[in-house]
């Protein structure tokens, strides 16, 4: 005998409108659709941040330690490899904590762009069985990148404080400003590539081999101004600014690393760098949108690919 219950709930299920996944609609009004979509479930956005962070920490006694260890095992590493051995510790002052404010964009910037690029195939069970705006998943990896970012940036300003370095100029607008900028820029990356990625699963790997080329492409673990003297004025000088990653670098460092701009012992920033960076936001903005668009034309096949 049928559950007069489940029977109800079925018919009220049926009078539901169905909501067809993938319609791309306009160029506006497409995208103003998905972010409707998006905020009447940030709720669920909250929760999937938090699910993430609970299961990268799972069955851990250290928990969010681990966060840092990372980051610092990286500083100690470079510190003392390329600080000390190499000798750059002597040429660039605060090296400790130029490469830490380094680190701190990098680690933002990686991760982002990995998690999200994998996070509709990691969680392909609730796209094969619920409907909900795909971008959650990959804005879900943004949040929890954030929210590690939270912690580092924490030991960092620590570091910093206690160093006495704290930078007590308008300098610092320059660290705000590359932070909305690398995060901007990473999301929008980090979208497109989620969506690719269910149809061509050697992004991921692809994703692994491209950040390890942008690491060393970044003045992360050595000065611009090494840069500056070995192509200076040339072409490949261009290039390398025209870099998103390494502008941003640059603008946490000017932000965040006062001995850098010390008269005597700090480096040359890049010319018009406030201008650079405000290039790249707006180039950001546009690929974001791009990104959204292309990402929802994408998502009708995501359950038929997984």
Do not use: C
């Amino acid at each position: 005998m049928a559950d007069p219950a489940a029977t109800l709930r079925s018919e009220r299920i049926a009078l539901l409108p169905l909501a067809e996944v993938g319609r791309p609609g306009g160029l506006l009004q497409g995208t103003a659709r998905s972010i409707r979509d998006i905020w009447s479930r940030r709720e669920l956005l909250g929760l999937l941040v938090r699910r993430e962070l609970k299961a990268r920490y799972k069955n851990s006694s250290l928990g969010l330690v681990w966060s840092l260890m990372r980051p610092l095992s990286q500083l100690l590493i470079y510190y003392f490899a390329v600080g000390e051995i190499i000798g750059l510790a002597r040429a660039i002052p605060d090296f400790a904590i130029f490469v830490f404010v380094g680190l701190t964009a990098w680690t933002l910037f990686s991760e982002i762009l990995s998690n999200a690029t994998s996070s509709i195939i990691h969680n392909q069970g609730l796209v094969k069985k619920v409907y909900l705006p795909r971008e959650i998943f990959p804005l879900a990896s943004v949040g929890g990148a954030l929210f590690n970012f939270a912690v580092q940036f924490l030991i960092l300003l620590i570091a910093v404080l206690a160093l006495g370095r704290f930078p007590l100029t308008l300098d610092i607008v320059y660290a705000a400003a590359a932070f909305i900028m690398l995060v901007t820029f990473a999301t929008a990356l980090g979208v497109l590539l989620a969506g690719l990625t269910v149809y061509f699963r050697d992004l991921e790997h692809l994703i692994e081999v491209v950040l390890a080329v942008l690491f060393w492409a970044s003045p992360i673990v050595y000065s611009y101004t090494f840069v500056r003297d070995a192509i200076g004025g040339s072409i490949l000088e261009q290039i390398y600014l025209a870099n998103p990653v390494t502008i941003a670098v640059l603008g946490f460092q000017r932000g965040l690393w006062i001995a850098g701009s010390d008269p005597v012992t700090g480096i040359e920033w890049p010319p018009d760098l406030a201008l650079r960076m405000l290039g790249i936001f707006l180039f950001s903005v546009v690929l974001l949108w791009v990104s959204q668009r292309i990402f929802s034309r994408l998502q009708g096949n995501f359950a038929q690919e997984l």
